[in-house]
């Protein structure tokens, strides 16, 4: 879509989709290294923060999946590795279908049938997390604020990396439901983005601020899938409608000399 709008706007590009589901920023910061920067792309563009929300402390080696998982064959053989060491039910297609789809569709029928707490109950023995973090104090922000220097760290490593190879890196914030998504990924992502807007700041980077963008669009809910931050087409088309309506401030820079 973005290169589509690029080329019809009479700009010569070619846009490359490298990035890769359910890998967080420590992932992209391998996966950079040794497989876009060896292509020598002029501008990068960095959007990412999703897979870096965990409900607990995380360690600086820490992954969202293994490869093997997020390079799975098919959608029951990732459930089948994600799985791997549970009962036979949950890993089925079952278990996906009735947690990822059957029951956020039931909420307000089960919240009525069960009561909000044996609802919650209910997911837990699915194997769901709850809206609090285990183990954290009052709302989490303490491993917010942990897991937001971690993805601090790995950003400033991804910026050091574009400089030495002559590439331009763009960062992007990250957009998904606020109104719907539970209030601990919200805050994570909206922490993310302010770590985002900080850098770009402060390594004199150029910024697309998609969260702002969005932020006037009202009501989101027809833009994200059921689990509100994977982007539905009418969403997907509105990033790349504002990436392409950046392009002049970002897209036209010299680009320093690759070494």
Known sequence: MLQNNLRQAGNAVTVVNAGNWGHNSFQALLRLYLRILPHKPDILLYYLAFNDTSRHRLNPEDIALPDAVAFSDSLSCYVRMVNAHRNLYFRTMLYYYFSESLLPKCKGLANRTLGPEKCERLKTWLGRQGSIPAGAQGDGADIIMHNGQRYLRNLRSMVDMCKRH??????????????????????????????MRQVAHEEGLDLVDMESAFSTLGDLEKHFTDDHY????????????????????WGHRKVASKR
């Open 166 to 195: 002559g590439t331009r890196l763009v960062l992007v914030t990250f957009v998904c439901d606020g109104q719907r998504i539970d209030p601990f990924t919200r805050r994570s992502i909206q922490h993310y983005n302010e770590l």
């Open 230 to 249: 994977h982007p539905s087409r009418l969403c997907a088309e509105q990033i790349a409608a504002e990436l392409a309506k950046t392009y002049p401030e």
